[in-house]
């Protein structure tokens, strides 16, 4: 017996095959427009890049754990993309003196990253990633949580079924340190700690705590200010406050489209001030469905130029979960509106002329590659998921005329080939 190889996808990759790419399609569409319409221009740029940009910016977890990398035969080190931020840095810096600032660039990348695959994770995934370049005004903030609420609303999601939890770093850190008392050295494991805080049982919590050197009394204080909500801000020095976006943020109307939460810090280094993710509401999805920040000098890696960003990336299997669970995922599109069928071969030419009029209308048309009896052809037409066909017969041909059939109650009327369009048309609408 031969022996097949598998027809398995590789580990934590996943095929789309037509119905799940229809679907996806029709969603990322969806929101592909909403980010036009404020003015985003879309971008793309090599899966491989120089494993070097993801280990100088993207901390630990990513640069020590989840790059694929490889070295080509040229003796580069290089890495399959885990996310896009680095890359389009590195594109806005090189090409920087031609740019109006501020920009605001989209695109959808595919990112690997070896991770245990599970719900929510897998390890290649695609992600739409929102970034505004050229600009530390909290506008910036502002315009990014009302995309975040437009894009969600546009997939049919409501007020009630996501929450934008939002956070600065340097209000954290300042937090840390004058009211737990953490030291400078203590602070990214700290960060890194929190970052884990839903995650992990409270034991573990505590152990890791011990592990970076806090004190019982220093463990309590942090767990009190985590869960101290926006009343932390009351606690904090003035000078800092004003120096952040996220408290200017909340004191416009825009506060409504955000919780200010202390337990948010994300697991990526380079962001600066501004942090946020997007949770879904309901408890089938603990996991945040997608998150960004701020970064005033990722663009660092690459220029002496100053070129802050803020942006934020979505990845699909989060939000396909998000979509499932609420009832919002859109059905699988038909292969076809309607088919032209021909009663006999010799009327194949016949029935493409229909189907290229039909074509030039707008309508998904097929004719059939290999002519079965009409019965047989008018069942697999439903199957495809086409409304009506087109029956093209010897006598109605000679006439001028087409037959239209509605595959759902089986009606059927003779038309003027000219008409044939229309009353398709019609007949779907
Ligand atoms: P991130 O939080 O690492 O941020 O990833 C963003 C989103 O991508 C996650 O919330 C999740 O939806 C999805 N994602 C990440 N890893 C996986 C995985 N292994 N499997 C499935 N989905 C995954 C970033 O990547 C930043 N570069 C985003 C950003 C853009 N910040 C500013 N601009």
Redesign the pocket.
């Known amino acids: 017996m031969p022996e097949y190889l598998s027809t398995a996808p590789t580990r934590?990759t996943r095929d789309f095959l037509p119905a799940e790419m229809s679907v996806r399609t029709q969603v990322f569409g969806h929101l592909y427009d909403v980010i036009e319409r404020y003015g985003f221009l879309r971008y793309d740029g090599p899966i491989l890049e120089p494993a070097e940009i993801y280990e100088l910016k993207?901390g630990q977890e990513?640069a020590d754990q989840?790059l694929y990398t490889l070295t080509d035969k040229g003796g580069r080190r290089l890495a399959l993309r885990?996310?896009?931020?680095?890359s389009?840095a590195r594109m806005i810096a090189g090409t920087a003196k031609s740019l109006q600032f501020p920009v605001r660039w989209y695109s959808h990348p595919n990112?690997h990253?070896y991770?245990k695959p599970q719900r929510?994770?897998?390890?290649?995934?695609w992600?739409i990633?929102?970034?505004i370049f050229g600009s530390e005004s909290s506008n910036t903030e502002i315009e990014i949580f009302e995309l975040i609420h437009d894009m969600m609303e546009e997939l049919g999601a409501s007020k009630d079924m996501f929450e934008i939890r939002a956070n600065d770093r340097n209000l954290l850190a300042s937090a840390l340190t004058d009211i737990v008392g953490v030291g400078p050295l203590q602070l990214p494991e700290v960060f890194a700690l929190v970052d884990r805080w839903e995650k992990y049982p409270v034991e573990k919590l505590a152990a890791s705590a011990e592990e970076i050197g806090l004190a019982d009394k220093q463990f309590e204080k942090l767990t009190e200010i985590l869960a101290s909500g926006e009343a932390l801000l009351d606690e904090l020095p003035e000078s800092v406050k004003e120096a952040s976006n996220l408290v200017k943020v909340l004191k416009t109307s825009a506060a409504g489209l955000i919780r200010f939460d202390p337990m948010i810090v994300?697991?990526?280094a380079y962001?600066t001030s501004t942090v946020f993710?997007?949770f879904d509401t309901s408890p089938e999805n603990r996991?945040?469905?997608?998150?960004?920040?701020?970064?005033s000098d990722l663009a660092g890696m690459f220029t002496a130029q100053k070129i802050p960003?803020?942006?934020?990336?979505?990845?699909?299997?989060?939000?396909m979960d998000f979509l499932e669970t609420h009832g919002l995922a859109p059905a699988p599109r038909s292969e076809v509106d309607v088919v032209v069928v021909p009663t006999a071969e010799e009327l194949s030419d016949a029935a493409r002329e229909v189907a290229g009029r039909l074509r030039k209308a707008g309508l998904r048309t097929s004719t059939p590659l290999e002519l079965r009896k009409l019965g047989k052809e008018l069942t697999r037409a439903d199957k495809a998921g086409a409304r009506a066909v087109v029956i093209v017969g010897q006598e109605d041909w000679d006439a001028g005329n087409v037959t239209v059939r509605s595959l759902a109650t089986r009606e059927q009327q003779q038309v003027p080939l000219d008409s044939t369009a229309a009353a398709v048309t019609a007949l779907l609408a």
């Open positions: 934590g993207s990513i989840q885990p996310e896009m931020t680095p389009v990112c990253r991770e929510g994770r897998v390890r290649e995934h992600q990633n929102v970034d994300r697991g990526l962001y993710e997007v996991r945040a469905l997608f998150g960004g920040g701020a970064y960003g803020i942006g934020f990336g979505m990845g699909d299997v989060t939000l």
